[in-house]
């Protein structure tokens, strides 16, 4: 399977502050890409997508980063609020329809 | 109000037995796609279907069926050989064409084998 990974497993950040997770990705074939929030006992919402022909996506309060050089996948929370607390899903398409998920990243909003 | 219904929302299953989970999808999505959710782990392909009459093997499809007879259902059945039952399982559905979109989730099934 494809290798979708995250640098930070647990992030806690101070409301109102910015947040910023991180996504490494593998397959330099990938030509989309998807940020999920996951709440506890839930199945996971989008958030926002980017396609590979794009550095920079942005959309309420999220903006998503892409760098294909160093295949690395940013998500950023501006002015981070307590239901933001969940945990986030990068995912990768190479293919197909096909989705590749990493292991997410906990995020922790402290008020 | 369009969507993607898994039931129920807690199974339990005692060892040895079948067990079918349930997705619907009224979103007229021809894509769909069953996942499996551990602790501490992303989320793994079990199977997926483009098209009706049709699918094919994830990564984790031992111990797993699915059928794809109408394209608003995509059931799973946990059968007795999957040895490690107990998790999250999630159904999805998508779009399919030439460009990819996002995957759109249902709430969840929680499996527990007792």
């Known amino acids: 399977g494809e290798s979708v990974g995250l640098h930070l497993p647990t992030l806690s950040v101070q409301e109102g502050d910015n947040s910023i997770i991180n996504c490494a990705y593998s397959?330099?074939?990938?030509?989309?890409f998807i940020w999920y929030k996951q709440e506890s006992g839930k199945g996971p919402q989008f958030i926002i997508d980017i396609r590979s022909n794009m550095d920079k996506r942005q959309g309420q309060r999220v903006t998503v980063l892409l760098n294909k050089t160093v295949k690395h996948l940013s998500l950023q929370i501006a002015a981070t609020q307590p239901g933001d607390s969940a945990v986030y899903f990068c995912a990768e398409s190479p293919r197909g329809n096909q989705f590749y998920f990493g292991t997410g990243t906990s995020l922790t909003v402290i008020p | 109000d369009g969507g993607i219904t898994q039931s129920p929302k807690y199974l339990f299953r005692k060892e040895g037995q079948n067990v079918t989970l349930s997705c619907e999808q009224n979103l007229n999505h021809d894509a769909m796609y069953w996942y499996r959710q551990d602790p501490g782990q992303g989320l793994r392909l079990i199977y997926y279907s483009q098209i009706v009459n049709d699918f094919q093997k994830g990564d984790i499809a031992e111990g797993y069926s699915v059928s794809r007879e109408k394209k608003e259902s995509f059931p799973l059945t946990v059968t007795s050989a999957q040895k490690n039952p107990t998790a999250f399982y999630l159904c999805?559905?998508?779009?399919?064409?030439?460009?990819?979109?996002?995957?759109?989730f249902g709430q969840g099934t929680r499996l527990t084998v007792v």
């Open positions: 999805a559905s998508s779009i399919t064409g030439t460009t990819n979109t996002e995957a759109f």
């Open positions: 397959n330099s074939a990938s030509d989309y």
